[in-house]
């Protein structure tokens, strides 16, 4: 059974900085992908970036790109988001996705969810 622990949420202002981890566990990922997407208030729930495991290619929503930055490190099977120049419109909870389809994460359907952990950037 595939376990997704998100860490590393929290209060920062804005134009600051925060790198959230995933630590991914139950089967061997080498041939998945992994995402993160976010879901304020109110809103629906949104791909944010995602990463190949064994290549590393990469993509990003347009609200992202040049801000945020998905990496993965294969031997502590973790995956991370280092999100800079961060906006209120930022503040959600963010979620840890995995699936053996990359575009399935795309499609906002990946099969494996961790429990989220909420970021919130003050004006």
């Known amino acids: 059974q595939v376990q997704l622990v998100e860490s590393g949420g929290g209060l920062v202002q804005a134009g600051g900085s925060l790198r959230l981890s995933c630590a991914a566990s139950?089967?061997?990922?080498?041939?998945?992908?992994m995402g993160w997407f976010r879901q304020a208030p109110g809103k629906e729930r949104e791909f944010v970036a995602a990463?190949?495991?064994?290549?590393?290619?990469?993509f990003y929503a347009d609200s992202v790109k040049d801000r945020f930055t998905i990496s993965r490190d294969t031997a502590k099977n973790t995956v991370y988001l280092r999100m800079n120049s961060l906006k209120p419109e930022d503040t959600a909870v963010y979620y840890c996705?995995?699936?053996?389809?990359?575009?399935?994460?795309?499609?906002?359907?990946?099969?494996?969810w961790g429990q989220g952990t909420q970021v919130t950037v003050s004006s």
């Open positions: 996705t995995a699936d053996g389809l990359i575009a399935t994460i795309r499609d906002k359907r990946p099969s494996y």
């Open positions: 139950g089967r061997t990922f080498s041939s998945y992908a």
């Open positions: 990463i190949t495991w064994s290549a590393g290619n990469t």
